[in-house]
């Protein structure tokens, strides 16, 4: 089961292995269908995915609706919670493993420790739970460069501050530039934002495109209609991306 808006490559993983993919599409706003979820857990349903902070919402999941949803699933089911963007901000639930037995955690280095590419990351549950999983992983999962980067950056926390610090400040702009253009957005606790563009959506792809500005388009995700997703990192990034997003905005009005 997979809860939506949600990243492509849960549902690839699943078919890969032949399994059956149920999608939840979320309630208004991207907040939790609870009945239409509580409907689709069957005695067949062996995983359930969703991430906190979601992407592309950038919506954390709180301690109830995390108990709730792993309190949904049938004996010998995970919940497999996605926290690839909880260090800017939401609470991760390592610290509450013993009370949620069926609960395995994804982490990632590729985002606030910036080494993306490197495919380096970490899953955590209770050692019952990864002694399971433990038998599907090859044995050399790592290589010796990966793991002296790895080394490197959890050592680095001036530069997991600061980088923190540049994503706050970006998304406090982004916010600014929204409120003073009309659009509305979602309040992220990612490093991006995702924006309800609606009818100024593909202006803004285009003419960003065209200056060399990338953003991500959403609007084929459910409930994310007229939706595109901006990354908030480095301030000085968000400032130009800003600024273009402003000239394109005004031409079309």
């Not at 409930?223 to 000085?236: D, E, L, M, P, S």
Request: net charge negative.
């Amino acid at each position: 089961m997979i809860l939506e808006p949600a990243f492509g490559m849960y549902a690839d993983a699943v078919e890969a292995v032949g399994g059956t993919v149920v999608r939840v599409m979320p309630g208004p706003d991207l907040a939790l269908d609870r009945a239409a979820i509580a409907a689709a857990v069957t005695p067949r349903t062996g995983a359930l995915f969703v991430a906190s902070p979601g992407n592309p919402s950038g919506v954390s999941l709180t301690m109830e609706e995390i108990a709730w949803l792993a309190s949904l699933l049938p004996a010998g089911a995970v919940l497999l919670l996605d926290e690839a963007y909880v260090e800017f901000g939401g609470e991760s639930v390592i610290p509450h493993l013993d009370t949620y037995p069926n609960v395995v955690i994804g982490r990632t280095f590729a985002k606030a420790y910036g080494l993306a590419g490197m495919r380096v990351g970490a899953l955590v549950a209770r050692e019952d739970v990864i002694a399971r999983l433990r038998r599907m992983l090859p044995p050399y999962s790592l290589n010796v460069f990966v793991v002296a980067a790895l080394e490197a950056a959890l050592a680095d926390q001036a530069y997991m501050d600061a980088y923190r610090a540049e994503v706050a400040e970006s998304k406090r702009l982004l916010y600014a530039a929204c409120d003073r253009w009309g659009l509305t957005y979602v309040r992220s606790d990612a490093n991006f934002v995702l924006v309800r563009a609606g009818e100024r959506r593909q202006a803004l792809l285009e003419g960003l495109e065209a200056r060399h500005i990338y953003i991500r388009d959403r609007d084929r995700q459910p409930g994310c209609q007229g939706c595109v997703r901006v990354t908030t990192g480095i301030v000085a990034h968000t400032r130009a991306c800003i600024e273009a997003m402003e000239e394109i905005l005004c031409a079309k009005a």
